[in-house]
Nanobody, 125 residues
Framework: QVQLAESGGGSVQAGGSLRLSCAAS??????MGWFRQAPGKEREGVASIYTDISSAYYNPSLKGRFTISQDNAKKTLYLQMNSLKPEDTGIYYC????????????????????YGQGTLVTISS
């Protein structure tokens, strides 16, 4: 069972930045990602990445503001968020696809197999 623990959430003003971290219990899964859920909305994919080749996919609505990365030695996934907007407010979840699962691009849309508990991000105007 993959265990994921997010950290780095908090409250910032619009235009600010935050970096989220996700520590994995074991080695990073081949495909991992970040999802978020805004109040009253369904969970949506933010970004996903093949951790072995650092090939990333993004939700087009983010327009280059977010960057996903990983440190395999530290078994940690990151999400750098810049130019934050109030509509970025929500709970952010780290996620992983089981080994042998589908493509990372598809998983960003359809969801992944394992999720962390989430970390709250609040952006004020």
């Amino acid at each position: 069972q993959v265990q994921l623990a997010e950290s780095g959430g908090g409250s910032v003003q619009a235009g600010g930045s935050l970096r989220l971290s996700c520590a994995a219990s074991g080695s990073l899964s081949t495909c991992m990602g970040w999802f978020r859920q805004a109040p009253g909305k369904e969970r949506e994919g933010v970004a996903s990445i093949y951790t072995d080749i650092s090939s990333a996919y993004y939700n087009p609505s983010l327009k280059g503001r977010f960057t996903i990365s990983q440190d395999n030695a530290k078994k940690t996934l990151y999400l750098q968020m810049n130019s934050l907007k109030p509509e970025d407010t929500g709970i952010y979840y780290c996620a992983a696809v089981r080994e042998g699962g589908g493509s990372c691009a598809t998983a960003l849309v359809l969801g992944m197999d394992y999720y962390g508990q989430g970390t709250l991000v609040t952006i004020s105007s």
